[in-house]
């Protein structure tokens, strides 16, 4: 009687575990979305460049933005709901470009993917955090921007809008 006690409330604790996880995990993935389409209806290109949201790129899933100047020049945008970013310190042991703003590393690294689909469309990848607090624009040690910030912020770092427009 005792050991299946124990075992029903091993049973009963796991299912519980599992279904938290599993919630916590929608919960951030709609949050993302929702963060997505928000950013993507928010972002204002000027006449005569060319917006594509959620752009299918076969074996790497979608590009989020992808943004054409008359110029020729092309932007992937991937948008991530991150709270921000910094680059990683040198280390011979870790690949990664970008931490957490604590230093942690992430679960998945966001610039696998933005490097996939740029070098799929041969264009410029961009990473682009707009619930980011701190406003923030750099380039990390493989090529690619990131932009932590509002739309504008990310508009004159692919020139887009002039420096002295806000």
Known sequence: MD???????LCCGVAFWCAAQRLHDLF?????VWI???????????EGWELQPNLPVPGHGDADIY???PKGQTWNIEIKSYE????????FFRKQDIVHPDGSPFKRDPIVQVLGVANKLK???????????NARTFR???GVLVVQGSRLRLERAIGARPWWKW
Do not use: C, D, N
């Open 36 to 46: 997505e389409q928000r950013a993507i209806a928010a972002l204002e290109v000027p």
């Open 123 to 133: 264009s410029q990848p961009v990473l682009w955090m707009p619930r980011a607090p």
């Open 67 to 69: 943004i054409k100047s």
């Open 84 to 91: 921000g970013a910094k680059k990683a310190p040198f280390s």
């Open 3 to 9: 050991a299946s006690i124990v075992i029903l409330g």
């Open 28 to 32: 951030y993935r709609r949050r993302g």
């Open 140 to 142: 990390t040690r493989s």
